[in-house]
């Protein structure tokens, strides 16, 4: 079974400018999350997908992060303007939940490491 | 009341020792408690999880010990070897507005040979 998969892997930019990282779940899995690791930090949920609806955005900053999940497989998050702060590592996961539910298992990609500067 | 405070933040273990990390929470809606292991350059994987309808949970080298009461879990690597060395997060979640998954801050493990 393939896992998650996302890219790029580095990103180096100067702020003010904008980025897009691209994430690609597990076949099947129809819950996706995006999450921010600040370095020497634990992951920090981002935006939770279920199939391409929204379950959870709360700790998005709206103002300069977007995401989307068009036909309910791959995902882009976006970042515009960045800012110094978003320097950090953004992970994406998988889990098969059918609803918005606990317990899953929770599958990662690499993550993409970014560097504002 | 989301937060789960996660200790040390290092640790050194010889080879053939017991790592032990803990985790505390405060919100009581908490049900579910993973672990999950994090080498460098990649996401992190789960290793062993928890309810807290038991004490203790054993997957070979690895056992979480769970304290209802006081509201505290943690992880036990026996026979620790060099190929453990990685960073562990202890995490929480629950139903409803807690449904969404808590990390701890992370323990970085080194095992010496």
């Known amino acids: 079974e393939a896992g998650v998969a996302q890219s790029p892997r580095y990103k180096i930019i100067e702020k003010r400018q904008s980025v897009a990282f691209w994430c690609n779940p597990i076949?099947?899995?129809?819950?996706l999350y995006w999450y921010q690791q600040i370095l020497g930090q634990g992951p920090k949920l981002l935006i939770q997908f279920q199939n391409n609806g929204v379950v959870d955005d709360s700790q998005l900053p709206k103002d300069r992060f977007s995401a989307e999940r068009l036909k309910g497989v791959d995902s882009t998050l976006k970042i515009q303007p960045a800012k110094l702060e978003d320097s950090a590592v953004y992970l994406c996961?998988?889990?098969?939940?059918?609803?918005?539910?606990?317990?899953?298992?929770?599958?990662f990609g690499p993550g993409t490491r970014l560097l504002v500067l | 009341q989301q937060q789960v405070k996660q200790s040390p933040q290092s640790l050194i273990v010889q080879k053939g020792g017991i790592s032990i990390i803990n985790c505390a929470y405060e919100n009581t809606a908490f049900d579910y408690f993973p672990w999950y292991q994090q080498f460098p350059g990649k996401g992190p994987a789960l290793l062993i999880a928890?309810?807290?309808?038991?004490s203790e949970k054993k997957e070979g080298r690895f056992t979480i010990s769970f304290n209802k009461s006081a509201k505290q879990f943690s992880l036990h690597i026996m026979d620790s070897q060099p190929g453990d060395s990685a960073t562990y997060f202890c995490a929480a979640s629950g139903d409803g507005s807690a449904r969404q998954l808590t990390f701890g801050s992370g323990t970085q493990l080194t095992v010496l040979p």
């Open positions: 996961a998988s889990s098969s939940f059918r609803t918005s539910g606990n317990g899953e298992t929770q599958y």
């Open positions: 076949s099947g899995h129809a819950t």
């Open positions: 928890i309810r807290p309808d038991v």
